[in-house]
Each structure stands twice: as C-alpha cells, then as structure tokens.
C-alpha cells in the first residue's frame, strides 16, 4: 500500500487546511485509516483514525475541530482542520492498519507527510 499525503500548508490562527491522504491500494476497504501529527521536540501523537465502514476517533486535543473522512470509491482520507492553533503545528502522516488503533506501531503503511504550520 503506497500512501501519499498532500494539502498541507501555511495558515493563520484560528483558519482551516484540508490534507488529504491518496491510498494506492485494491483492497483499500481493509485498512483502517489514521492520521499521526510530529511535532519538532515532542513524540509522533495519534490525531484521528477513520474505519473501513465510518467510525470516527478523536485524540482530546482535536475534538470539535478536526473531522476524518474517507472515500472509499477513491481510495481517499481526508482530515477537515478546523480552528487551527499554533500547536497543531506539525507534520501530519497517513496511516494504514489491518486493526483500528491509536498507537502508531499498529499502522503498517505510512505516507510521507505534509507539512502544517499554524502562525500566531
């Protein structure tokens, strides 16, 4: 499974970014899909996982901003963002398991990233 993100970017306090996360995969209805933010100095933290048939989690720090969603007709995740801070500053990376989980050493395929700054 390749995976790859894109629709990062540079955004102001409190704007919006909609990275996207493309799967190239046949059996894409298999993975449950996550997103996993790395910030510069802090640890990979899990932010959001989406299942193969739309059950949606949340880490605490992105509730009520952040919403996961998937097509599954196009192999696509995509994470709305929502009222953006400077902490959500971070490389965001898609993530494919065959098991739905927050840890990301439960994940077997990752993108490559894409970059999310949040000025202040």
């Known amino acids: 499974v390749q995976l790859v993100e894109s629709g990062g970017g540079l955004v102001q306090t409190g704007g919006s970014l909609r990275p996207f996360c493309a799967a190239s995969?046949?059996?894409?209805?298999?993975?449950?899909m996550g997103w996993f933010r790395h910030a510069p100095g802090k640890e990979r933290e899990f932010v959001s996982a989406?299942?193969?048939?739309?059950?949606?989690y949340y880490a605490d720090p992105v509730k009520g901003r952040f919403t996961i969603s998937r097509d599954n007709a196009k192999n696509l995740v995509y994470l709305q963002m929502n009222r953006l801070k400077p902490e959500d500053t971070a490389v965001y990376y898609c993530?494919?398991?065959?098991?739905?989980?927050?840890?990301?050493?439960?994940?077997?395929?990752w993108g490559q990233g894409t970059q999310v700054t949040v000025s202040s």
């Open positions: 995969t046949d059996t894409f209805m298999s993975y449950d």
């Open positions: 993530a494919a398991s065959t098991k739905l989980s927050v840890s990301s050493t439960d994940y077997d395929y």
């Open positions: 989406n299942t193969w048939n739309g059950n949606t």
